[in-house]
């Protein structure tokens, strides 16, 4: 399906901008007109991180006149696997500061513009009003809905990506013309059922190429060339070396953009993704210990079990001494329940305390009512106790 060109064209380019843009200027398909509308765009790139980094630097390669950065963030050196826009130098620097400075090395006359916050409910519209389009490259639910909540209430396409270990997607949203990212999925998943990358990891190299897939798009929808990935799911498999396309039809029920909305004002996003699942709130309350508690315990030789819930690849890289390695999935599916000591307190762990709280509700439900789990998890414990021991 072929669209209009999302924005004017640019009165004109300089002899500089001619010269470097000239491989674009004799695609018949670009051209003159399509770099000036190119120049003449205003892209917000949600997110400056593995999805961001490349995003970012080709949209300046292209001649994108305007770019927005929403990051919060700063560079930590675990980022560099995959986050190409930052180097060795920019760890602790701003993430935005960082990006910027990588994209006006690429191309000087882009003007950038800096959003040091973090995107939520009471900052998006004002933020989103001032861009033609929007890149998605965030890695959490909660502000993907929030991103496309605020783009169907402003009548914006956007550019959404998602990556996970050897898997990537990729497609064109926009109500006007097609579905929205709720009709593809109406509702989040669980609370901690699929596993961040931060948690799974992610092929750096993934990164590069949902992000360009990305910026191809946005690239065809300023422009107003070729067929957008409106109505349509593309999906990469680095291991197979495939490509696969879905259809996703626009939902005449869809809660934000069907027949008749129910969403018709942004929500609060993080309860509505239920970031940390009620149950296991209710199961920390009162059973989560600290680090340092932990480690009184084991100097004291108290009778405990310590049980690690992350994935063994997690496990390898860093541990807390005489932690037992059972993954969460085992809790969830039942299987480890019967194998726990009954003679022992139970303390779970993960990497920041968010599935061993899930996992925590778990065994509460069994009856292992004086189990309890670390707040912070073993990156607490890193920090507070083993400095000296690496962090990921």
């Not at 002899?15 to 765009?41: C, F, T, W």
């Not at 210990?289 to 997690?314: A, G, M, S, Y």
């Not at 069994?366 to 607490?380: C, K, L, M, S």
Request: a negative charge.
């Amino acid at each position: 399906m072929s669209l209009p060109p999302l924005v004017e064209p640019a009165s004109e380019l300089t002899v500089d901008e001619v010269r470097r843009y000239s491989r674009h200027l004799i695609i018949p398909d670009v051209g003159m007109d399509g770099q000036k509308r190119l120049k003449n765009a205003k892209v917000l790139c949600v997110g400056a991180g593995g999805l961001g980094s490349p995003a970012l630097m080709y949209l300046a390669a292209a001649g994108v006149g305007t770019l927005g950065i929403v990051e919060f963030d700063e560079v930590d050196e675990s980022n560099l696997q995959r986050q190409i826009i930052h180097s060795q130098a920019d760890i602790g620097r701003s993430k935005a500061a960082s990006a910027k400075d990588t994209v006006l090395g690429i191309n000087p006359y882009v003007t950038v513009n800096l959003h040091e916050e973090r995107l939520d409910s009471s900052n998006v519209m004002e933020l989103f009003a001032q861009y033609d389009l929007i890149v998605d490259g965030t890695d959490n639910f909660a502000t993907r809905y929030l991103v496309n909540d605020a783009c169907v209430l402003l009548n914006k396409p956007y550019v959404w990506g998602s990556i996970y270990r050897f898997d990537g997607q990729a497609s064109v949203f926009w109500s006007e013309h097609g579905p929205c990212y709720r009709c593809l999925y109406p509702e989040p998943p669980p609370p901690g059922m699929v596993p961040s990358c931060a948690e799974g990891g992610v092929l750096g190299v993934l990164c590069a190429s949902i992000g360009s897939i990305q910026v191809n798009e946005a690239i065809k929808l300023l422009a107003g060339i070729g067929d957008p990935l409106v109505g349509r799911l593309m999906i990469y498999d680095a291991l197979e070396m495939t490509y696969r396309q879905v259809k996703v039809r626009k939902d005449p029920d869809c809660a934000v953009c069907g027949t008749n909305p129910t969403v018709t004002e942004l929500i609060d996003y993080e309860a509505f993704c239920g970031v940390v699942s009620e149950e296991a709130q209710e199961a920390a309350a009162g059973s989560t210990i600290t680090p340092q508690q932990l480690k009184e315990w084991i100097d004291t030789d108290e009778k405990i079990e310590i049980i690690d819930v992350r994935e063994p690849n997690e496990y390898e890289i860093v541990s807390i001494p005489g932690a037992k390695l059972i993954p969460k999935n085992e809790f969830l599916m039942g299987s480890a329940l019967q194998d726990l000591p009954q003679d022992r307190k139970i303390v779970l762990h993960c990497k920041t305390g968010v599935r061993s709280a899930e996992v925590l509700a778990v065994l509460k439900s069994a009856g292992f009512a004086d189990a309890v789990h670390v707040g912070g998890g073993v990156i607490g414990w890193v920090n507070t106790v083993e400095p000296e021991k690496p962090v990921y």
